[in-house]
T-cell receptor, first 119, second 109 residues
Framework: DTGVSQNPRHKITKRGQNVTFRCDPI?????LYWYRQTLGQGPEFLTY????????KSRLLSDRFSAERPKGSFSTLEIQRTEQGDSAMYLC?????????????????FGPGTRLTVL | GIQVEQSPPDLILQEGANSTLRCNFS?????LQWFHQNPWGQLINLFY???GTKQNGRLSATTVATERYSLLYISSSQTTDSGVYFC???????????FGKGTKLSVIP
């Protein structure tokens, strides 16, 4: 499978516990994104990596959230002291910058997501 | 930041009917993508279309960048087309995609 993969697919946890999600991007993609989607809404941007460097963080990413991408390959998103409001689908996407004779392509591809439920 | 509005929010179609989904955006964009989110939550890429027109089978899309809108056409709809369709844009100088709230399509037999 050459697509973006995420683990686990589902996570149920109790309020106050820490959780960690993993994303494996498409192998040749050096750009990686995390988004969060709540019920009835479109995905919202959380953070962005170019290789191992975290270049942008949304205001949605409180100090309980931390993301890493060691060695510029897979990425992890950790939520500490989870709250019920953290319940959502967490989506990872990756992108390659492709330049051809007809233009530059910046298409993002998404993984299947991790659905988090905080009880 | 850039604003994205999709219409209609909900659409119910009889199988075989055609439909047009619209996406308006508030500023110039470097990237525009249409996605279909299936019932399991997976976002499936339909089109990468910052400008121009593309077709893929029963689906086609047109983006008029100068007028800041994009249209997704679905012809001869099938029940498997049901789900939520999202438009997402990346503004100039931005890294991330900004999504609309989606159009929920229900195709009934």
């Amino acid at each position: 499978d050459t697509g973006v993969s995420q683990n686990p697919r589902h996570k149920i946890t109790k309020r106050g516990q820490n959780v960690t999600f993993r994303c494996d991007p498409i192998s040749e993609h050096n750009r990686l994104y995390w988004y969060r989607q709540t019920l009835g809404q479109g995905p919202e941007f959380l953070t962005y990596f170019q290789n191992e460097a975290q270049l942008e963080k949304s205001r949605l990413l409180s100090d309980r959230f931390s993301a890493e991408r060691p060695k510029g390959s897979f990425s992890t998103l950790e939520i500490q002291r989870t709250e019920q409001g953290d319940s959502a689908m967490y989506l990872c996407a990756s992108r390659a910058l492709i330049s051809t004779g007809t233009g530059t392509y910046n298409e993002q591809f998404f993984g299947p997501g991790t659905r988090l439920t905080v009880l | 930041g850039i604003q994205v509005e999709q219409s209609p929010p909900d659409l119910i179609l009889q199988e075989g009917a055609n439909s047009t989904l619209r996406c308006n955006f508030s500023d110039s964009v470097n990237n525009l993508q249409w996605f279909h989110q299936n019932p399991w939550g997976q976002l499936i890429n339909l089109f990468y279309i910052p400008s121009g027109t593309k077709q893929n089978g029963r689906l086609s899309a047109t983006t008029v960048a100068t007028e800041r809108y994009s249209l997704l056409y679905i012809s001869s709809s099938q029940t498997t087309d049901s789900g939520v369709y999202f438009c997402a844009v990346r503004g100039a100088g931005s890294y991330q995609l900004t999504f609309g709230k989606g159009t929920k399509l229900s195709v009934i037999p």
